[in-house]
């Protein structure tokens, strides 16, 4: 344990980590290489004089740059953020549908083609025929509710 003690391989490490950076980008390795330069002067001050010590400033550097540098690449570098509608039903409203199977009279569910597949669908109890077009009204479940494009 007493090579943990060495100004060299403090040093050692720090370059290992910047250069390591390279492959492995992400700013982890880079902030572990600075938090190395600084016990390897704190080595070399011999403020740090055990390995205990030493290996606790290390660790707690780190964590200290690794929650420092994420919250300033937060602030100033922060991606871009869209908040989309979250409520399908809002977005589904009024689209149009192909009728594959005749829905109704009354609460005789058929089929519709929306989105690439094929949903069971219900209507107000007037009858669409197979082959026409029809409006989303609102989902039910599972099933579409969809009236005929007049």
Known sequence: MEYILFFETWLALAILFACLEIFVPGGILLNLGIAS?????GVQQQILDTWVLTLTTWF???T????LVYFITERFFAGETIIENIYEEVDIYGKKVRVLEQIGPGTQAGRVEYQGTTWTALSDGSII????EAAIVCKENISLVVEPIK
């Open 129 to 132: 025929q197979a082959g026409s």
């Open 64 to 67: 200290f740059l690794l929650v």
């Open 60 to 62: 707690i550097l780190a």
């Open 37 to 41: 330069l600084l016990v390897a002067v």
